[in-house]
């Protein structure tokens, strides 16, 4: 089963308008809204392969009650620890540029952290979990790495999707998967990375360091896998890009429903680097019918 971890969820509250001026009245001209967080974003695309998840976390208040009903309406499974205090709302502002506004969220309670590692201790062998995005401040900065050594300890498999030394500190423990794009590995090694030649020393070094596999994208110039076997280059599709949240959440959850169900590294980069492109080029989320209406154009060459 898969498992995905959203520690800071939100309601993403988009609003569109003409212009915004400062101390007036503005009025939209549409709104939407959904549920917010990377963990959140993997299961939904996981949900389009038809591949089943539950979401982890912490919500709480009508914020927190309208995820889960919109997860249970989309045939989600959840299994939040609740808190005190509401989930956040994040405001999107749409006009000419796009504005944002994020809110802190609640406050996580040691108790409510301990309710959720004793949700983490019951996954085994046939588990993996999915830890995406950021830390609220009010949980310990080593919580990535409490998550991930309790998988370590249990035998089930983990990916990471985070940057800077949330990834660095859990690679001793040898995560199933990590995803930097190019400008989080530059940071990582205190240097600057443009092409995909530069990406693949770094890239075996953090093999080295720990990682089973890892995907750096590049934006429009590919994909890179490596892994202790092999390295591969993915040429993206073209595309007119719309959208840029959730497509590094959209590689992660392609790569994964595909690895699910066919146990092919390679055929789960194809589908990978046709997920995070579709969502790129779609004004929400990734559809199964728009990935795989992409996956042609995905050439994948292996480098020796």
């Known amino acids: 089963m898969i498992y995905t971890l959203t520690l800071n969820p939100s309601v993403d ?3 569109k308008l003409e212009s915004f001026q ?12 959904f549920p917010g967080g990377k963990g959140i ?5 996981l949900n389009q392969f038809g591949t089943k998840s539950k979401a982890l976390g912490f919500i709480g208040g009508f914020t927190g009650a309208y995820i889960e009903q919109y997860l249970h309406n989309e045939k989600i499974d959840t299994d939040f620890v609740q808190v005190d205090e509401d989930t956040r709302i994040n405001v999107k502002i749409k006009t000419s540029q796009e504005s944002e506004i994020n ?3 609640p406050n996580i309670s040691e108790q409510n952290f301990k309710l959720l590692k004793q949700k983490i201790h019951q996954l085994g062998a046939d588990d993996l979990l999915v830890l995406a995005g950021s830390i609220p401040a009010s949980l310990p900065k080593t919580t990535y790495e409490e998550l991930v050594k309790i998988c370590s300890e249990s035998g089930a498999e983990f990916v990471v999707d985070a940057e800077g030394d949330l990834l660095k500190k859990v690679l001793p423990y040898s995560p199933f998967l990590i995803k930097p794009n190019h400008h989080e590995l530059g940071e990582l090694f205190d240097t600057t990375i443009a092409s ?3 990406v693949i020393p770094y890239g075996k070094r953090l093999v080295d360091m720990g990682a089973k596999n890892v995907i750096i994208s590049l934006a429009g110039a590919g994909a890179v896998l490596i892994n202790n076997g092999m390295t591969l280059f993915a040429e993206v599709p073209k595309g007119k890009v ?12 392609g790569f994964l429903a595909a690895y699910v169900r066919t146990r092919n590294i390679e055929e789960a980069f ?13 004004l929400g989320l990734c559809t199964k019918e728009k990935v795989e209406e992409l996956l ?8 020796r």
Request: zero cysteines.
């Open 13 to 15: 509250y988009i609003v």
């Open 196 to 198: 995909p030649d530069e």
């Open 296 to 303: 042609p154009q995905v050439h994948i060459k292996e480098i």
């Open 41 to 45: 974003n993997v299961s939904t695309v």
């Open 270 to 282: 194809r589908y990978s680097v046709a997920s995070g492109s579709a969502t790129a080029f779609s």
């Open 103 to 105: 809110a802190i969220g």
């Open 242 to 253: 719309k959208n840029s949240v959730g497509a590094g959440d959209s590689m992660v959850a």
């Open 22 to 33: 400062i101390g007036e009245l503005n009025r939209t001209i549409n709104e939407a809204k």
